[in-house]
């Protein structure tokens, strides 16, 4: 039974889909609900896995294996691990959370709307479980049609410019990707008694043998394509745009999933195929990551639109994610992978804010607000509690996860100096210096034009909006204080995935000798 | 006995969670008080409890630990990998920390029933305070680095919610340019200052783990006990240890944020500014005394940091004419004494001399607040004079906190400060300049502190009465007071010298704490006893020269004030705008880091650069197709011209090739 259940949860929302599909226009309500409904039935599918998880065991779990196209030895297989079923629930939580959250924020064309949210969970969580690289490759693209349209239909003025910017920044990178998975699947071919395949296992010991140089070529192929979806710097531009364009819930489900593609796939593809390379590019990979941890947080500080500032921040957090991961190390690996976790809840949370404030006063300069806390005391108080998990303070989420990375970056051979963890390390003075300056601006001070912002007369949060908030909440202290819960479900898949690397490291595993960055 | 001690932290969380969550709703102002000072005073209760069990029980067994659960781990299995939890450490040191930050806490509690009566965010108010004594308790509890940097940030956090705690008010920045200062301003000020010291803490604490695989006391100082002075790695991380304590204990450099701190309510001034939140650098220095031991440059640079920031803020405090400015300045000059306490291998007085310090600092600090609670918010001393007949209680307290904080016994300041001069001078890592120092200090502090007190309460009044008309504070408010100032009388007695035939109780408690410490340090010195008399008669001296010059000055002779201040105008102009300090950092750094991030990192490699070259890529492409566009005019003669040229150009080639 449980061999279906990845199955099951990936394409239940196509269910309601298909209900949608049935329904008329005019009941919108009727439209929300089922949307709700369908996206809260699949966040219940997916905890069973919790039931069902061993975390103490390596390898994949949940296996459910099937040849899709018999000549080239492409298969449909999904499974997880720690890393993805964390992931695959941060999905499945955020998806019903960004509906709920923007209950009543779109009108037009609702129906599509709920339809293209739900066909881009199937495909966020395709992602997640697949263990074929061709499968994978699919669910990657068919990733980007959903939201494309979510920017360019429901978005803000711009919105076209920044759909078709986000379009092409992200398929330039993965066409990139589909010559590196071919590669594969032919160097695979070549290796004795092997043949053309795209599942990842196989790939995985095909490739021990790879040449460096190869190895190099093609990691740098992934690379390209990751990069750009984290965004690391300079690769980030798209990201702003996209954000601030993006309707609220899109903006939620980008920020807090579709954030973690290119972090996920580093973990997932670059380090078990190419371990070589990814250790001869640590260095490189890991200064870009702290050039984008200093350079989002000091774009973040002078923005003057609210969402642009937290879409910038994005850059900044998810800089410490790849240097966790180019650190090698447990901790690091740990860091990072629950910080995607962390990441997810806390900037997701942050846009709802945005995005319910936006829908009170249709405006999002911080220079149209002051004395909102006055005007709007609950809001207030969930801003600042989100606020502070976003700068890391000890005791919510996001401190366990920088703490992990910056601690694993330091002792991190791989990166064979702490110059990365200290310059990084000023990054939590400099997130402390936007958010608050931030929150200080659009929360403090008198109350304007008595009580009117941008004409509009603020109310303080419904039942509806604290419901979607409280989860984010109750996990952003839960993360915060016992980490465990969590960590738990990944240490497995941390230790061995880093152990791997290690040995390529120190030489246990010997590779083809050459090394092209090294070389004099 | 090992479920007391979580209990001293549960109260305080039960406060917070049963305000945050109902507060708003229960309507009843002196139950709220009387919940969020009863959680308090339970905890203060349990603390009292464990200490007194303390008291009969040998040696060894006054320092245990107690496991809540694990906090932080890789869970990867592996041994050389992070793990650390939630666990509380009972030692000396950290119960008496418990039973200032849980006593003092408590008089303060009850003291803000009375302050913060009538006050919209009434219930906000006690949530926050209760938050703050929770993470001060898991700052001093630790049994571990992290844990205490839990509540080592958690105490910057309450500080922010609660110097912002009138967010839509305005106060006065003091300098050049008054009144231009929001709450708001002030508490990011606080925690961004804090934080760039908290990433030196962050740093010591990765180089620990690096170098000891733990980040539990314990495990470390074990460790690094068996290492020889001038280890390099200890250096750097007792340096990295005390740029986070400059942070939090505001010191040279880092000390700017704590004079603007005072936007925040007068009980929080006492409590957090004063009392406990700012003296947690001395503390976690206390409690690393094998690591600091182990680090002689590090000890002089925190010698030499703690006198000059003693003497330098002192000057500040001279010419201020707020009153709680003059008491913040006081404030960071004190904590200038327990660094230099600290770097002179004097641990034991410095731990004296803070506990006197939150006893007469929180007096002098709520004492202050009483005066701003008669004359209805007016905090400048210009505009006082003549309060000691409206408020009796108030100022016969206030005055038992300025003659202790003066340093005349037998009043508790003068045995704290006399045993850290004494220690400055006579030690081995002291020296005479340090002393000189202190004791300079020490006359400004009795000037500054009686130039305060004779413009609040002598003289004759400033203000308008028609419109002012004090009136001494309620119960509630005075207790406290009261409570204080027998502390600040007594709270000495606990550590008189042996010189002056004391048993010096406190040192003596304190011993084990940092008896590995002073091993390393070679200690046992303890100078003539003949040179510390003269010393001793020496600074009560000029401390007593101070006062009558203040009050001679202030009293009498107004003019001698006046034609100071004219013939010196540009030294009083530089003190009065606090060396300009702000303004330098300001000018210096941040105003340059806000245009270079807006007009070079976001306007230009962003947006021109970067979106430049996306864009221009674009731009390419469609100028390109808009040429080849045009070839396609949809007209079949040109289609068949282009046939014919084309049919040409090949036949001429496979002619003529």
Redesign the interface.
């Known amino acids: 039974m449980t061999e279906y259940l990845l199955t099951g949860i990936t394409f239940l929302p196509v269910a309601g889909i298909a209900a949608l599909l049935l329904m008329g226009n005019e009941n919108a309500r009727m439209i929300k609900v089922a949307g709700m409904v369908s996206a809260c039935a699949t966040f219940f599918l997916s905890l069973f896995l919790l039931a069902d998880f061993d975390?103490a065991a390596g390898g994949y779990q949940f296996v459910q294996s099937a040849l899709w196209i018999e000549g080239l030895n492409i298969g449909y297989v999904v499974g997880i691990d720690g890393m993805s079923l964390l992931l695959v629930l941060l999905t499945t939580f955020l998806t019903p959370i960004a509906l709920l959250g923007t209950w009543n924020s779109v009108s037009h064309r609702l129906k599509e709307y709920t339809m293209m949210v739900l066909l881009l969970e199937v495909g966020m969580t395709g992602v997640f479980v697949s263990l074929d690289l061709f499968l994978f490759y699919v669910f990657w693209e068919a990733m980007l049609i959903p939201m494309y349209f979510i920017i360019g239909i429901w978005g803000g003025q711009d919105r076209v410019y920044a759909a078709v910017?986000f379009f092409?920044?992200t398929l330039f990178g993965s066409l990139l990707m589909l010559v590196a998975i071919l590669a594969l699947g032919l160097y695979a071919a070549g290796v004795p008694e092997g043949s053309f395949t795209t599942d990842l296992r196989t790939l995985i010991d095909a490739a021990s043998g790879m040449p460096a140089a190869l190895q190099l070529w093609l990691f740098l192929a992934f690379a390209l394509s990751f990069a750009i979806k984290v965004p690391l710097f300079?690769l980030h531009?798209w990201l702003p745009d996209a954000h601030v364009q993006a309707p609220t819930a899109g903006s939620v489900i980008l920020a807090g999933v579709l954030l973690k593609m290119g972090t996920y796939g580093f973990i997932r593809f670059c380090l078990p195929l190419f371990p070589q390379a990814a250790l001869d590019t640590a260095p490189y990979l890991s200064a870009l990551a702290v050039v984008g941890i200093i350079?989002g947080a000091?774009?973040a500080?002078?923005?003057t639109d609210i969402k642009k500032l937290v879409a910038y921040s994005s850059v900044s957090h998810l800089g410490f994610v790849v240097l966790g991961i180019f650190s090698m190390t447990?901790?690091g690996m740990?860091g990072a992978i629950i910080q995607m976790i962390n990441h997810g809840l806390s900037t997701g949370a942050l846009f709802l804010l945005v995005g319910m404030i936006y829908d009170r006063a249709h405006t999002r300069l911080i220079a149209d607000f002051g004395?909102v806390?006055?005007v709007m005391?609950v809001f207030a108080s969930f801003f600042m509690i989100i606020t502070?998990s976003s700068i890391g303070?000890?005791?919510l989420n996001g401190?366990?996860g920088e703490?992990?990375i910056?601690?694993g970056s330091?002792?991190s051979a791989a990166l064979g100096s702490?110059v990365f963890?200290?310059i990084a390390?000023?990054g939590?003075?400099f997130a402390?210096?936007y958010m608050?300056?931030m929150f200080?601006r659009v929360?403090?001070?008198?109350?304007r034009d008595g009580g009117l912002y941008h004409g509009h007369q603020l109310k303080d949060l419904s039942v509806r909006e604290i419901a979607a908030l409280v989860p984010i909440v109750i996990l952003v202290v839960w993360i915060g204080?016992?980490?465990?819960t969590f960590?738990?479900m990944?240490?497995?898949f941390?230790?061995d995935a880093?152990k791997k690397i290690e040995e390529v490291r120190t030489g246990t595993i010997r590779t083809a000798n050459m090394n092209l960055l090294r070389r004099p | 006995m090992n479920i007391l001690v979580p209990l001293i932290v549960v109260f305080p969380v039960l406060g917070v969670l049963v305000l945050g969550f109902l507060g708003?709703r229960i309507k009843n102002e002196k139950l709220i008080g009387i919940f969020g000072s009863g959680m308090v005073g339970l905890s203060f209760v349990a603390s009292v409890w464990i200490f007194v069990s303390m008291l009969s029980w040998d040696e060894a067994s006054r320092r245990f630990t107690v496991e809540l659960?694990?906090?932080?781990?890789?869970?990867?299995?592996?041994s050389s990998?992070?793990s650390v939890s939630?666990a509380y450490q009972i030692d000396q040191l950290s119960i008496l920390m418990t039973l200032i930050v849980t006593g003092v806490g408590f008089l303060i509690h009850v003291y803000s029933i009375g302050y913060m009566h009538g006050d919209p965010g009434f219930w906000r108010f006690f949530t926050y305070m209760n938050l703050f004594i929770v993470a001060m308790l898991n700052l001093v509890l630790a049994d571990n680095f992290?844990l205490m940097?839990?509540g080592?940030?958690?105490v910057g956090?309450c500080s922010?919610l609660l110097i912002?705690f009138w967010?839509?008010r305005k106060f006065e920045t003091g300098g050049y340019k008054p009144g231009t200062g929001?709450?708001?301003?002030a508490?990011?000020k606080a925690?961004?200052v804090n934080?760039?010291g908290?990433?030196g803490f962050?740093?010591a604490?990765?180089?620990m783990?690096?170098r000891f695989g733990s980040l539990n006391f314990d495990t470390v100082f074990g460790a690094a006990s068996v290492l020889s002075p001038g280890n390099e790695t200890i250096l750097w991380i007792t340096m990295l240890l005390f740029l986070g304590a400059t942070g939090k204990s505001a010191q040279i450099p880092l000390y700017v944020w704590l004079p603007d701190a005072m936007a925040g309510p007068t009980p929080v001034s006492a409590l957090i500014h004063a009392a406990t939140m700012v003296t947690a650098g001395v503390y976690m220095v206390a409690r690393c005394s094998v690591l600091f031991a182990l680090a002689p440059a590090t000890m002089t640079t925190i010698a030499v940091i703690g006198a000059a920031t003693a003497v330098f803020a002192a000057t500040m405090g001279l010419v201020q004419n707020d009153i709680k400015k003059i008491l913040a300045y006081s404030t960071v000059s004190q904590l200038g004494y327990m660094f230099l306490a600290m770097g002179v291998a004097a641990f034991g007085a410095g731990v004296f001399h803070l506990m006197t310090h939150a006893f007469f600092k929180a007096l002098l600090f709520l004492g202050s607040g009483a005066v701003i609670h008669a004359m209805h918010d007016e905090q400048d001393v210009q505009k006082m004079g003549g309060l000691k007949s409206f408020l009796p209680v108030t100022y016969k307290t206030f005055l038992i906190g300025a003659i202790a904080i003066a340093g005349i016994p037998p009043l508790a300041g003068f045995f704290s400060k006399d045993e850290i001069l004494w220690k400055a001078f006579s030690s081995e890592y002291g020296s005479p300049f340090l002393w000189i120092f202190g004791v300079f200090g020490a006359f400004l502090t009795a000037f500054y502190v009686f130039r305060l007190v004779s413009l609040t309460f002598d003289g004759k009044p400033r203000f308008d009465s028609h419109k002012v008309h004090p009136h001494e504070a309620p119960r509630t408010m005075t207790v406290p007071l009261i409570i204080l100032a027998a502390l600040s009388t007594v709270g000495g007695f606990v550590g008189v010298p042996e010189s002056l035939f004391g048993g010096n109780a406190l040192e003596h408690w304190l011993e084990p704490v940092f008896r590995t410490a002073n091993a390393k340090l070679g200690l046992d010195h303890h100078g003539p006893v003949l040179v510390e008399y003269i010393l001793m008669a020496f600074s009560v001296g000029v401390a007593a020269a101070g006062i009558v010059f203040a009050r001679f000055v202030y009293l009498k002779r107004q003019d001698i004030a006046d034609s100071l201040q004219a013939r010196f105008s540009s030294l009083h102009k530089l003190l009065f705008n606090k060396y300009y300090v702000d303004e330098m950092y300001d000018g210096a750094i941040v105003r340059p880091?806000?245009r270079?991030?807006?007009h070079l990192?976001?306007k230009g490699?962003?947006i021109s650069i970067?979106?430049g070259l996306?864009n221009g890529a674009?731009k390419v492409v469609a100028w390109s197709a808009q040429g080849i566009r045009k070839w396609q005019t949809g007209v079949a003669q040109v289609y068949a011209t282009a046939f014919l040229a084309g049919i040409l150009l090949v036949l001429s080639w496979l002619i003529f090739k």
């Open positions: 975390s910017k092409l920044f300079p531009t350079y000091l774009v500080m002078v923005q447990e901790e740990q004395g806390a006055r005391p502070l303070l000890p005791g401190f366990v703490f992990l910056l601690l330091f002792k702490v963890t200290v390390s000023t939590v003075v402390a210096v608050l300056w200080q929360m403090f001070g008198p109350v204080l016992y980490p465990s960590l738990s990944s240490g497995t941390a230790r880093v | 708003s659960f694990p906090w932080i781990s890789t869970f990867t299995s592996t990998s992070l939630i992290l940097f839990l080592w940030e958690g956090l922010y912002g967010y839509d929001w709450a708001g301003d508490a990011k925690f961004i934080r760039i908290d990433v962050l740093l604490m990765f180089l783990f690096n880091t806000v270079l991030s807006e990192l976001w490699i962003d970067i979106d996306v674009a």
